[in-house]
């Protein structure tokens, strides 16, 4: 990891009020995750016990401390969701992808997230892929989205 | 110069508006037709999106939904002058699920450019905040107690008694905090205001400042609304250059400074408390009340806490006067709500009602019935950890204290449909799992009764001694209830405990044993 880089994040935000939730959210941006090697520097520099940066990454769904796949697929496991039969499509995706959730593609192209709730009721069952949000989706939709995103 | 409309809501997106806006470009282009066009935000008729509307002397005239594969037709019978299509749905403004609204905190949504200040400026945008600058704090206050103006997020507070306490509170540094954490399933209204009029909340917050004495505002914006955060971004800089933020607004010496801060997927963290925590950058945990944030919210300051929609509505509270806004409405509950239809309905998307309206309108008039056309079976309102309502209470009317009388809440006004292939017992299952999910783990009802509860469900579905376990069940939701700190583990027991009185044979049972 490279540590200039971690460094001018923490000096961004060291000395801005409640500055942990939006360091944590640029090293994440710009890493792709949140290496635990980093939790010594952003622990001195926020005057926090390392334990107390651990607790508030794990706290938040967001955050990661793995490297994640090239496209993250999120789907929406909400009630509206489920009242539009997601259970089908989060089967259909598992199969496809050969993996669960909270795990990667073996050619590292996705890696695949519950959700809840993306804001996108009227359109159930949703995905998100990285920051675009596909509603109504369908197996045939499905297909043509990882072919996309590949 | 023909123009059009194209909408850039998150959800007409999803739909494809952004491919079909670029199809029309270079149609355009190619056939030597100027068009102008404009990125509005969506009239929320989202079972119609994307829906593109087209400008003519007679007013707005819609067509939709609009496939890639209409673009050609569309230009073919010349759309850009308004013709005939079969896509074609008349005017905008004639449209019934438009007609039959009373849109007042969302008047301008689907209608102007979302960033376009000038647009704003010229639908009635910042008349409340020019009469805020002429009015003292108190009477400011007075204005939105006696607009009767109960807190959207869900909890339905007094907001006027809640700045009321701020304002009382003695404090140099008082905080405006925007709770924009909309986790509930079935509720998109914050987003769409967010998305399609930042500018309405902005204005609510710089008014809520000058009503409390507070010069920093903060909106809580959950990590799933990444195109939210642009948008608001962008209109923040944009009023900021303009002067409607930052210091000395509009030349009268008050100063309003506002940020974002993006959550990161905690639904708790739309508790009150647990997002200050978080604001403060710790850990989401749910803080004991009192003292009330508005005694000593964030960073230990006074601090109004209000959900986006209430926010949203301070504007034409303070514009058009608070009895304009308590005439709609019934009782207690006065004004509009902005109603969410999702779920499995043929006709979804946002209605802003006056309270009073029931279910079973919502549901067939608007929502046109189920989408799978099967029987409406359940009806969640209200979100995840709003009570599951069955057909003989759709006739009641949507208002806080008649719901509160059947151990149901309105909440952020989400309404999710659920047809006869649901099961009721999986339901109550998923919101126990939801709950371990989400628990911020501080009450142990909560962090270890959600558990628990999956396991007991299992019992019962099992049909492992059915009566002992539904008393086990019953005896867990009341210790839920009484035992947690907030509504998380304190309302989780509403879904649970309305499926299993209202649908006991899916949980295998009848209704005696469940009875007794």
């Given at each position: 990891?490279?540590?200039?880089?971690?460094?001018?994040?923490?000096?961004?935000f060291?000395?801005l009020?409640?500055?942990l939730l939006?360091?944590?959210?640029?090293?994440?941006?710009?890493?792709?995750f949140?290496?635990?090697?980093?939790?010594?520097?952003?622990?001195?520099?926020?005057?926090?016990s390392?334990?107390?940066?651990?607790?508030f990454?794990?706290?938040?769904?967001?955050?990661?401390?793995?490297?994640?796949?090239k496209?993250?697929i999120q789907?929406?496991?909400?009630?509206?969701?489920?009242?539009?039969?997601?259970?089908?499509?989060?089967?259909?995706?598992k199969?496809?992808?050969?993996?669960?959730?909270?795990?990667?593609?073996k050619?590292?192209?996705?890696?695949?997230?519950?959700?809840?709730?993306?804001?996108?009721?009227?359109?159930?069952?949703?995905?998100?892929?990285?920051?675009?949000?596909?509603?109504?989706?369908?197996?045939?939709?499905?297909?043509?989205?990882?072919?996309e995103?590949? | 110069?023909?123009?059009?409309?194209i909408?850039?809501?998150?959800?007409?997106?999803?739909?494809?508006?952004?491919?079909?806006?670029?199809?029309?470009?270079?149609?355009?282009?190619?056939?030597?037709?100027?068009?102008?066009?404009?990125r509005?935000?969506s009239?929320?008729?989202?079972?119609l999106?994307?829906?593109?509307?087209?400008?003519?002397?007679?007013?707005?005239?819609?067509?939709?939904?609009?496939?890639?594969?209409?673009?050609?037709?569309?230009?073919?019978n010349?759309?850009?002058?308004?013709?005939?299509?079969?896509?074609?749905?008349?005017k905008?403004?004639?449209?019934?699920?438009?007609?039959?609204?009373?849109?007042?905190t969302?008047?301008?949504?689907?209608?102007?450019?979302?960033?376009?200040?000038?647009d704003?400026?010229?639908?009635?945008?910042?008349?409340?905040?020019?009469?805020?600058?002429?009015?003292?704090?108190?009477?400011?206050?007075?204005?939105?107690?006696?607009?009767?103006?109960r807190?959207?997020?869900?909890?339905?507070?007094?907001?006027?008694i809640?700045?009321?306490?701020v304002?009382?509170?003695?404090?140099e540094?008082?905080?405006?905090?925007?709770?924009?954490?909309?986790?509930?399933?079935?509720?998109?209204?914050?987003?769409?205001?967010?998305?399609?009029?930042?500018?309405?909340?902005?204005?609510?917050?710089v008014?809520?400042?000058?009503?409390?004495?507070?010069d920093?505002?903060?909106?809580?914006?959950?990590?799933?609304?990444?195109?939210?955060?642009?948008?608001?971004?962008?209109?923040?800089?944009?009023?900021?250059?303009?002067?409607?933020?930052?210091?000395?607004?509009?030349?009268?010496?008050k100063?309003?400074?506002?940020?974002?801060?993006?959550?990161?997927?905690?639904?708790?963290?739309?508790e009150?408390?647990?997002?200050?925590e978080?604001?403060?950058?710790?850990?989401?945990?749910?803080?004991?009340?009192?003292?009330?944030?508005?005694?000593?919210?964030?960073f230990?300051?006074?601090?109004?806490?209000?959900?986006?929609?209430?926010?949203?509505?301070?504007?034409?509270?303070?514009?058009?006067?608070?009895?304009?806004?308590?005439?709609?409405?019934?009782?207690?509950?006065?004004?509009?709500?902005?109603?969410?239809l999702?779920?499995?309905?043929?006709?979804?998307?946002?209605?802003?009602?006056?309270?009073?309206?029931?279910?079973?309108?919502?549901?067939?008039?608007?929502?046109?019935?189920?989408?799978?056309?099967?029987?409406?079976?359940?009806?969640?309102v209200?979100?995840?950890?709003?009570?599951?309502?069955?057909?003989?209470?759709?006739?009641v009317?949507?208002?806080?204290?008649?719901?509160?009388?059947?151990?149901?809440?309105?909440?952020?006004?989400?309404?999710?449909?659920?047809?006869?292939?649901?099961?009721?017992?999986?339901?109550a299952?998923?919101?126990?799992?939801f709950?371990?999910?989400?628990?911020?783990?501080?009450?142990?009802?909560?962090?270890?009764?959600?558990?628990?509860?999956?396991?007991?469900?299992?019992?019962?579905?099992?049909?492992?001694?059915?009566?002992?376990?539904?008393?086990?069940?019953k005896?867990?939701?009341?210790?839920?209830?009484?035992?947690?700190?907030?509504?998380?583990?304190?309302?989780?027991?509403?879904?649970?405990?309305?499926?299993?009185?209202?649908?006991?044979?899916?949980?295998g049972v009848?209704?005696?044993?469940?009875?007794?």
């Amino acid at each position: 990891m490279d540590d200039t880089k971690l460094k001018t994040h923490i000096d961004n935000f060291k000395d801005l009020p409640g500055g942990l939730l939006p360091l944590m959210h640029a090293i994440q941006d710009d890493l792709g995750f949140i290496p635990e090697e980093s939790y010594g520097l952003i622990s001195q520099a926020m005057k926090l016990s390392v334990a107390e940066v651990h607790g508030f990454v794990s706290f938040y769904h967001h955050f990661r401390t793995q490297k994640s796949g090239k496209n993250i697929i999120q789907v929406c496991r909400a009630e509206s969701c489920q009242a539009m039969n997601v259970k089908a499509i989060e089967a259909y995706i598992k199969d496809k992808l050969k993996i669960d959730y909270h795990q990667t593609s073996k050619d590292e192209k996705f890696t695949l997230e519950p959700v809840y709730c993306l804001g996108n009721c009227a359109c159930s069952p949703s995905i998100m892929i990285n920051d675009d949000v596909h509603g109504k989706i369908t197996e045939d939709k499905i297909d043509q989205l990882i072919e996309e995103y590949k | 110069m023909k123009k059009i409309y194209i909408p850039i809501d998150s959800t007409a997106v999803s739909l494809g508006a952004n491919k079909v806006f670029k199809l029309i470009e270079i149609e355009a282009k190619k056939r030597n037709i100027d068009l102008a066009i404009v990125r509005n935000g969506s009239r929320g008729i989202f079972w119609l999106e994307p829906m593109i509307e087209v400008e003519t002397v007679e007013g707005r005239v819609a067509y939709g939904p609009i496939e890639e594969a209409d673009v050609t037709s569309l230009f073919d019978n010349e759309f850009y002058n308004g013709k005939e299509h079969p896509k074609f749905l008349g005017k905008t403004d004639e449209l019934a699920w438009l007609r039959n609204q009373e849109r007042l905190t969302f008047a301008r949504v689907g209608i102007t450019d979302p960033v376009d200040l000038n647009d704003y400026i010229n639908h009635d945008g910042f008349n409340g905040l020019k009469k805020a600058l002429s009015l003292d704090n108190q009477k400011i206050v007075d204005e939105v107690k006696e607009s009767g103006l109960r807190g959207r997020g869900g909890a339905a507070f007094p907001t006027g008694i809640k700045w009321q306490t701020v304002l009382d509170a003695p404090s140099e540094k008082k905080y405006i905090v925007c709770n924009a954490d909309e986790g509930d399933s079935g509720t998109f209204s914050d987003r769409m205001i967010m998305e399609n009029d930042p500018f309405v909340l902005i204005e609510g917050m710089v008014i809520a400042g000058l009503a409390v004495n507070a010069d920093q505002g903060y909106i809580y914006l959950r990590s799933e609304y990444p195109d939210a955060l642009n948008v608001l971004n962008e209109a923040i800089k944009t009023a900021e250059e303009s002067n409607y933020l930052g210091n000395n607004i509009l030349g009268s010496g008050k100063n309003f400074k506002l940020e974002v801060r993006r959550a990161a997927g905690a639904y708790i963290c739309g508790e009150e408390t647990s997002l200050l925590e978080s604001l403060e950058g710790k850990r989401g945990l749910v803080r004991y009340k009192p003292p009330l944030p508005a005694i000593e919210g964030l960073f230990g300051k006074p601090t109004v806490v209000n959900n986006v929609i209430s926010l949203a509505t301070i504007p034409i509270i303070l514009s058009k006067g608070a009895k304009y806004y308590a005439d709609f409405g019934v009782g207690r509950s006065k004004g509009t709500l902005p109603i969410q239809l999702a779920g499995n309905l043929k006709n979804t998307g946002l209605i802003e009602k006056s309270f009073g309206i029931t279910l079973r309108e919502l549901l067939f008039d608007f929502g046109g019935g189920s989408a799978s056309g099967k029987k409406i079976k359940a009806v969640q309102v209200g979100g995840p950890l709003g009570a599951f309502i069955s057909e003989e209470n759709f006739d009641v009317e949507l208002d806080y204290e008649a719901y509160s009388k059947l151990n149901a809440v309105v909440g952020h006004g989400g309404i999710v449909a659920f047809d006869e292939d649901i099961n009721m017992a999986e339901m109550a299952r998923y919101s126990f799992e939801f709950c371990a999910i989400e628990s911020c783990g501080k009450c142990t009802p909560c962090r270890i009764g959600s558990t628990r509860g999956m396991e007991v469900i299992d019992k019962i579905t099992s049909k492992n001694e059915p009566e002992k376990n539904i008393a086990l069940l019953k005896n867990l939701c009341g210790t839920m209830v009484d035992g947690s700190l907030c509504a998380m583990g304190g309302m989780t027991p509403f879904p649970v405990m309305s499926a299993l009185k209202y649908f006991p044979k899916d949980f295998g049972v009848d209704a005696e044993q469940v009875e007794n």
